[in-house]
């Protein structure tokens, strides 16, 4: 029988599972998205909640909170294929920043876009975002529209935002149609922060080849 890969993507689904579990089991899922989440409004103070881990912590323990079981399976599918390959290339430590990074991001683009938000922002898409980006560099294939390498991989890095931006919009508003809310602007942030940060931590990683 083989034994589970010790990544850190593996580490990360584990410890997922496991906070959504113990939610669930206590019955804290509601008390958990208002304690855990990310709500924009706690940022600038306007809002206190409590108990509550503090605000700066939230982005990350926000995506330790999921609304159900289909919310979390399919954020850990995608976490699992790409995360698995993109630590393949970036290394356990890289993937770790970038979906810290990634999380803070996309808490970061769901601020700005609603300040005074009230709704508790739950979930590791955000971060997961950031994975997807880098997957989509790292496997991706700038295509030759210039002469300069450096070049095409930043209309590669565009058109794959632009791509992605498309994208989110027109799950978001199928998703209102069904009722459901999405972070929107989360998930374009943290594409953005994977999309930035997949070239400089692969040069690090690196750095003494």
Not at 119 to 144: D, E, H, N, Y
Not at 157 to 183: I, P
Request: with cysteine; charged share 10%; proline share 4%.
């Amino acid at each position: 029988m083989r034994s589970i890969p010790r990544t850190a993507t593996a580490a990360i689904i584990a410890l997922t599972c496991a906070a959504w579990l113990v939610t669930m089991a206590l019955g804290w899922d509601d008390r958990a998205a208002g304690g855990l989440g990310f709500i924009p409004a706690r940022v600038d103070g306007l809002i206190r909640v409590a108990p509550a881990v503090p605000a700066v912590l939230t982005p990350l323990t926000a995506t330790l909170v999921h609304s159900g079981l289909l919310h979390l399976g399919f954020n850990m599918l995608m976490l699992f294929w790409c995360g698995s390959q993109v630590e393949r290339v970036l290394g356990r430590s890289c993937l770790v920043l970038l979906y810290v990074v990634g999380a803070y991001a996309a808490a970061a683009a769901q601020w700005l876009a609603e300040p005074h938000g009230l709704t508790p922002m739950v979930g590791a898409s955000g971060a997961i975002s950031a994975v997807i980006g880098a997957f989509a560099l790292s496997f991706g294939r700038a295509k030759r529209v210039t002469s300069s390498a450096r070049f095409n991989r930043w209309i590669n890095v565009v058109w794959l935002l632009a791509a992605w931006v498309v994208l989110q919009f027109m799950v978001g508003w199928l998703a209102s149609g069904q009722g459901t809310l999405l972070a929107t602007p989360a998930h374009i942030g943290g594409f953005i922060a994977g999309l930035l940060l997949q070239r400089p931590l692969l040069m690090w990683r690196y750095r003494k080849a």
